[in-house]
């Protein structure tokens, strides 16, 4: 099959970007994306061009490396599918695509289609985490954990932190993932210590990363390669007002010497 | 120079403790002056980070992705063993550690196992402190599944997901410490050599891979933990960018390297489509549980599957191993797949003759129903069908041998440390734990016991008691080696050929999974060794990188992995020319018994080949560690 792609090349961050336009003949149905961008890349190599930039790693859909915006729906057309896992033969003979990179203020973009996702990091550093140290934990089935909440919770747990929630939100705003991770710890009876800190910590950070507001479009959901439900956004704000406004009272902090 | 395995004395059930209680200790206040270098950051690399820096060390760790949370452990799918015995069956750490010492076929240190198995059920406990989702019973208690190789279930797993859920809760971990400044953690850099000084690990030399500038990092020991080799293939399932040259410049540096030539090849991934294809997808063994393989009895049956009758099929793996069925070891269910299809009864496109056999869960439908097949396996089978095309619950899958995991590695002692001073190797990079072949769901066990349970407590054995001068990143020999990086990296540039790296990364591949992969004899090895020496020199030649060094260039990163695999990849062959015996993963086509297996010789194979380093293209230098047996009898390996 033949397609005409457009592809988003930027040379670097803040840089002017433009769309360049390739004719790609001879492509497989069975090729995925990113096999066809191989390709295209050993071409635009064998031409001493500069091949097209972009993150991937694993090609089986769990890293959260890849990702791109495929006429303008991140990820591509696929339901619940990576842009590593899409195919080709998702697309008609001579189809025209338009390639672009997630874009998002608080993803800048780095070259061509690989952006900068380090502020889904620092928002797991700021309490995406249940504090237990390695050592300490208990026998694992002294705890019971109901199954549907386990199963809920491993749902939410499915996050490949990959960013096309951010990328599909007209606010760009990154509640999915921060709700995701928020839900996954916050149903266990493990992450109930720090489930109020957790919260707060995260949404601060977030805010401070330039992710935009939700406004419940819901896109992120349609976008997410793992079908993470919004329901989890809503499990965040019950948690995170909850804890705003009927705070719970904090032991007196303890200074001064013994 | 002789291999010391510091192995402590006393009974293989009492070593680790007393050990434990023996090795010396850093003071806390001394702990905050050792810095610690960690490379990678899967499941050894990051559980290693979190836990130095809990006890109070200085940290920094290194991964080529641009987080962390992406290391290639997130793949693994179907589970982790743990000697919990949750089920009641009669599993016992005693039972585990025969398992995975036979399992590889006799190959691996039996104290370092032992030590494995010991501690794999804390590793549950401290996975399921970090909020880890495993897979619960009705009741609340953790549920075990059953693996291949073993007879009893003790596998605990997270849907198809339990490396990506074992990784995210080491992930968290590790970034709760950068958060609190105790681990400072650099993405997108990519380690290129190490640093030696007066026989010390003291450093790495780094590449940032977004500005393309070359770094030297000092402290106080280095910790790799870079995982396995498998891409020397290409066509593999590792994830691309997994490589052999963190741990290859530190065989160049003096690090022995053990057993190369042990690969483990997956009996379970999704056949290759065509000449594009660049990565391989593993479908978790799991599927082994309730899958049956078979291929059609006559060579050439083009008919689809569900017009073969019952009759006319073979399942062969039953027919083989009556008493473990489809669930023979890897390396078993691997070469008679490759067997069956040799004998041109294989499946898929092109008919008869295809490189596929089939996987079929019609039995286990109509016996459990597709609503509980759906819930073990779901997310699987709609992996296979995106894949494919094909909807697993309405025809069979086809699957085919792949290239998954590397037994061998760095050299390591007791104490996980390589036989460089300070230089750890952790997880898939080192040697130490899965002999000549890895039994399923063992990779996570092993990669989180280094990790969480062992390099904590050894590493500091060694900085309380090394002299470690102080040096920095001024120091000649750093300048030195910076130099030498600096310069590979221009050569790697200058060179204006004509092909490019994924073109000759292609052509070794293919003459390593022909001549040195499944099966292998003398004469294609020497062979092979001849083809690897004429593809570098023709590399350097005629390779075009393109683009500057100084900004993100994938094309460079790869054409420097690509390099590495060469040099790699002569050791590898030799390393399996010189094993006259077949073990494990390793079959040497002039050594099987009467029924295909393979044949060991203990007599003059029973010890860990690690090799020296001697000069690119020059003969490396055999060091043989003896591996004495005193808990297990050898055994031929009869999963009949």
């Given at each position: 099959?033949?397609?005409?792609?457009?592809?988003?090349?930027?040379?670097?961050?803040g840089?002017?970007g433009?769309f360049?336009?390739?004719?790609?003949?001879?492509?497989s149905?069975?090729?995925?994306?990113?096999?066809?961008?191989d390709?295209?890349?050993?071409?635009?190599?064998?031409?001493?061009?500069?091949?097209?930039?972009?993150?991937?790693?694993?090609?089986?859909?769990?890293?959260?490396?890849?990702?791109?915006v495929?006429?303008?729906?991140?990820?591509?057309?696929?339901?619940?599918?990576?842009?590593?896992q899409?195919?080709?033969?998702?697309?008609?003979?001579?189809a025209?695509?338009?390639?672009?990179?997630?874009?998002?203020?608080?993803?800048?973009?780095i070259?061509?289609?690989?952006?900068?996702?380090?502020?889904?990091?620092?928002?797991?550093?700021?309490?995406?985490?249940?504090?237990?140290?390695?050592?300490?934990a208990?026998?694992?089935?002294?705890?019971?954990?109901?199954?549907?909440?386990?199963?809920?919770?491993?749902?939410?747990?499915?996050?490949?932190?990959?960013?096309?929630?951010?990328?599909?939100?007209?606010?760009?705003s990154?509640?999915?993932?921060?709700?995701?991770?928020?839900?996954?710890?916050?149903?266990?009876?493990?992450?109930?210590?720090?489930?109020?800190t957790?919260?707060?910590?995260?949404v601060?950070?977030?805010?401070?990363?330039?992710f935009g507001?939700?406004?419940?479009?819901?896109?992120c959901?349609?976008a997410?390669?793992?079908?993470?439900?919004?329901?989890?956004?809503?499990?965040?704000?019950?948690?995170?007002?909850?804890?705003?406004?009927?705070?719970?009272?904090?032991?007196?902090?303890?200074?001064?010497?013994? | 120079?002789?291999?010391?395995?510091?192995?402590?004395?006393?009974?293989?059930e009492?070593k680790?403790?007393?050990?434990?209680?023996?090795?010396?200790?850093?003071?806390?206040?001394?702990?905050?002056k050792?810095?610690?270098?960690v490379v990678?950051?899967?499941?050894a690399?990051?559980?290693?980070?979190?836990?130095?820096a809990?006890?109070?060390?200085?940290?920094?760790?290194?991964?080529?992705?641009?987080?962390?949370?992406?290391?290639?452990?997130?793949?693994?799918?179907?589970?982790?063993?743990?000697?919990?015995?949750y089920?009641?069956?009669?599993?016992?750490?005693?039972?585990?550690?025969y398992?995975?010492?036979?399992?590889?076929?006799?190959?691996?240190?039996?104290?370092?196992?032992?030590?494995?198995?010991?501690?794999?059920?804390?590793?549950?406990?401290?996975?399921?402190?970090?909020?880890?989702?495993?897979a619960?019973?009705?009741?609340?208690?953790?549920?075990?599944?059953?693996?291949?190789?073993?007879?009893?279930?003790?596998?605990?797993y997270?849907?198809?997901?339990?490396?990506?859920?074992?990784?995210?809760?080491?992930?968290?971990?590790?970034?709760r410490?950068?958060g609190?400044?105790?681990?400072?953690m650099?993405?997108?850099?990519?380690?290129?050599d190490?640093?030696?000084?007066?026989?010390?690990?003291?450093?790495?030399?780094?590449?940032?891979?977004?500005?393309?500038?070359?770094?030297?990092?000092?402290?106080?020991?280095?910790?790799?933990?870079?995982?396995?080799?498998?891409?020397?293939?290409?066509?593999?399932?590792?994830a691309?960018?997994?490589n052999?040259?963190a741990?290859?410049?530190?065989?160049?540096?003096?690090a022995?390297?053990?057993?190369?030539?042990?690969t483990?090849?997956?009996?379970?991934?999704?056949?290759q489509?065509?000449?594009?294809?660049?990565?391989?997808?593993?479908?978790?063994?799991?599927?082994?549980?309730d899958?049956?393989?078979?291929?059609?009895?006559?060579?050439?049956?083009?008919?689809?599957?569900?017009?073969?009758?019952?009759?006319?099929?073979?399942?062969?793996?039953?027919?083989?191993y009556?008493?473990?069925?489809?669930?023979?070891?890897?390396?078993?269910?691997?070469?008679?797949?490759?067997?069956?299809?040799?004998?041109?009864?294989?499946?898929?496109?092109?008919?008869?003759?295809?490189?596929?056999?089939?996987?079929d869960?019609?039995?286990?439908?109509?016996?459990?129903?597709?609503?509980?097949?759906?819930?073990?396996?779901?997310?699987?089978?709609?992996?296979?069908?995106?894949?494919?095309?094909e909807?697993?619950?309405?025809?069979?899958?086809?699957?085919?041998?792949?290239?998954?995991?590397?037994?061998?590695g760095?050299?390591?002692?007791?104490?996980?440390?390589?036989?460089?001073?300070?230089?750890?190797?952790?997880?898939?990079?080192?040697?130490?734990?899965?002999?000549?072949?890895?039994?399923?769901?063992?990779?996570?066990?092993?990669?989180?016991?280094?990790?969480?349970?062992?390099?904590?407590?050894?590493?500091?054995?060694?900085?309380?008691?090394?002299?470690l001068?102080k040096?920095?990143?001024?120091?000649?020999?750093?300048?030195?080696?910076?130099?030498?990086?600096?310069?590979?990296?221009?050569?790697?540039?200058?060179?204006?050929?004509?092909?490019?790296?994924?073109?000759?990364h292609?052509?070794?591949?293919?003459?390593?999974?022909?001549?040195?992969?499944?099966?292998?004899?003398?004469?294609?090895?020497?062979?092979?060794?001849?083809?690897?020496g004429a593809?570098?020199?023709?590399?350097?030649?005629d390779?075009?990188?393109?683009?500057?060094g100084?900004?993100?260039?994938?094309?460079?990163?790869?054409?420097?992995?690509?390099a590495?695999?060469?040099?790699?990849?002569?050791?590898?062959?030799?390393?399996?020319?010189?094993?006259?015996?077949?073990?494990?993963?390793?079959?040497?086509?002039?050594y099987?018994?009467p029924?295909?297996?393979?044949?060991?010789?203990?007599?003059?194979?029973?010890?860990?080949a690690?090799?020296?380093?001697?000069?690119?293209?020059?003969?490396?230098?055999?060091?043989?560690?003896p591996?004495?047996?005193?808990?297990?009898?050898?055994?031929?390996?009869?999963?009949?």
């Amino acid at each position: 099959m033949r397609v005409r792609l457009h592809v988003w090349r930027q040379p670097g961050p803040g840089l002017a970007g433009v769309f360049v336009r390739y004719d790609m003949t001879e492509v497989s149905p069975d090729m995925s994306f990113l096999e066809m961008l191989d390709v295209l890349n050993q071409q635009l190599l064998s031409r001493k061009d500069e091949p097209i930039a972009f993150d991937h790693d694993c090609r089986e859909g769990i890293c959260g490396a890849c990702g791109m915006v495929i006429n303008g729906r991140p990820h591509g057309p696929q339901r619940a599918t990576t842009t590593c896992q899409l195919h080709m033969r998702s697309f008609p003979d001579g189809a025209e695509l338009w390639i672009e990179p997630w874009r998002a203020r608080a993803f800048p973009v780095i070259k061509d289609l690989v952006v900068d996702r380090g502020a889904f990091d620092r928002i797991i550093q700021a309490g995406g985490f249940i504090t237990a140290r390695t050592g300490s934990a208990p026998e694992a089935n002294s705890l019971l954990v109901p199954k549907r909440d386990a199963d809920l919770a491993m749902d939410a747990a499915a996050c490949i932190g990959c960013g096309a929630c951010v990328a599909a939100c007209p606010n760009a705003s990154a509640m999915l993932f921060v709700a995701a991770k928020v839900s996954h710890l916050g149903l266990l009876p493990q992450g109930q210590p720090e489930r109020d800190t957790r919260v707060v910590g995260m949404v601060a950070q977030m805010d401070a990363e330039g992710f935009g507001a939700c406004t419940n479009h819901g896109e992120c959901m349609a976008a997410c390669p793992k079908e993470i439900s919004i329901d989890f956004i809503a499990q965040l704000n019950r948690d995170y007002w909850k804890t705003k406004l009927a705070p719970k009272p904090q032991a007196k902090e303890f200074t001064g010497a013994a | 120079m002789e291999l010391r395995s510091h192995i402590p004395a006393g009974p293989l059930e009492a070593k680790w403790e007393r050990h434990r209680s023996e090795i010396k200790l850093v003071n806390p206040a001394n702990k905050l002056k050792r810095h610690i270098l960690v490379v990678g950051s899967g499941l050894a690399g990051a559980s290693a980070a979190a836990s130095l820096a809990e006890l109070g060390y200085q940290v920094s760790c290194f991964c080529f992705q641009d987080s962390a949370r992406r290391a290639h452990s997130i793949s693994a799918q179907g589970g982790i063993n743990a000697a919990k015995n949750y089920q009641n069956d009669g599993d016992s750490v005693f039972r585990l550690f025969y398992d995975t010492i036979k399992g590889g076929d006799f190959r691996a240190r039996e104290a370092n196992v032992y030590r494995l198995a010991d501690v794999s059920a804390r590793i549950i406990d401290q996975c399921t402190a970090q909020g880890v989702p495993f897979a619960r019973e009705y009741g609340g208690l953790l549920a075990n599944r059953s693996f291949g190789g073993v007879q009893v279930s003790r596998t605990f797993y997270a849907r198809g997901q339990t490396g990506q859920q074992l990784l995210l809760g080491a992930y968290q971990a590790l970034s709760r410490q950068i958060g609190s400044g105790n681990v400072r953690m650099d993405p997108r850099a990519e380690m290129l050599d190490l640093v030696v000084i007066d026989g010390q690990a003291r450093g790495i030399i780094v590449r940032d891979l977004v500005t393309g500038a070359v770094s030297a990092h000092a402290g106080d020991a280095v910790v790799l933990a870079t995982g396995g080799y498998s891409n020397v293939y290409y066509l593999s399932t590792n994830a691309k960018g997994c490589n052999v040259t963190a741990i290859w410049r530190a065989y160049k540096r003096g690090a022995k390297f053990a057993n190369p030539c042990f690969t483990q090849i997956h009996p379970t991934c999704i056949p290759q489509t065509g000449p594009h294809q660049s990565k391989l997808t593993l479908m978790s063994e799991s599927l082994r549980n309730d899958g049956r393989i078979w291929v059609p009895k006559k060579k050439g049956d083009t008919r689809p599957p569900h017009q073969i009758p019952e009759e006319e099929r073979d399942y062969y793996l039953e027919r083989l191993y009556p008493s473990y069925g489809n669930l023979a070891p890897r390396d078993m269910a691997s070469r008679r797949a490759k067997q069956v299809c040799d004998e041109g009864r294989g499946v898929g496109p092109g008919g008869g003759g295809g490189h596929g056999v089939y996987l079929d869960f019609r039995d286990a439908i109509a016996r459990l129903g597709r609503r509980a097949i759906a819930e073990r396996y779901g997310n699987l089978f709609e992996m296979y069908q995106r894949i494919t095309g094909e909807d697993p619950f309405q025809v069979p899958m086809r699957i085919y041998p792949a290239p998954h995991y590397t037994m061998g590695g760095l050299w390591v002692d007791y104490n996980l440390m390589t036989t460089i001073d300070g230089l750890y190797a952790i997880g898939e990079a080192n040697f130490s734990d899965h002999g000549a072949n890895r039994l399923g769901a063992s990779a996570l066990m092993q990669g989180l016991a280094d990790g969480y349970f062992i390099l904590p407590y050894t590493i500091g054995d060694y900085l309380a008691q090394a002299k470690l001068a102080k040096v920095d990143p001024e120091h000649p020999a750093f300048r030195q080696v910076q130099g030498e990086v600096g310069e590979r990296i221009r050569r790697l540039l200058a060179a204006s050929g004509r092909k490019t790296a994924d073109a000759f990364h292609r052509e070794i591949g293919r003459v390593m999974w022909d001549k040195c992969g499944m099966s292998r004899n003398a004469a294609g090895l020497k062979e092979a060794m001849g083809q690897i020496g004429a593809l570098r020199d023709e590399f350097w030649k005629d390779v075009y990188v393109g683009g500057r060094g100084e900004d993100l260039n994938q094309s460079l990163e790869h054409a420097g992995r690509v390099a590495d695999f060469f040099e790699f990849a002569e050791l590898m062959c030799h390393d399996a020319l010189h094993r006259e015996e077949s073990c494990g993963c390793h079959f040497r086509e002039e050594y099987q018994t009467p029924e295909g297996e393979a044949k060991r010789d203990d007599e003059r194979f029973g010890y860990v080949a690690a090799w020296e380093f001697a000069g690119v293209g020059k003969e490396p230098v055999l060091h043989k560690e003896p591996l004495a047996f005193e808990a297990v009898h050898l055994a031929q390996r009869s999963y009949k």
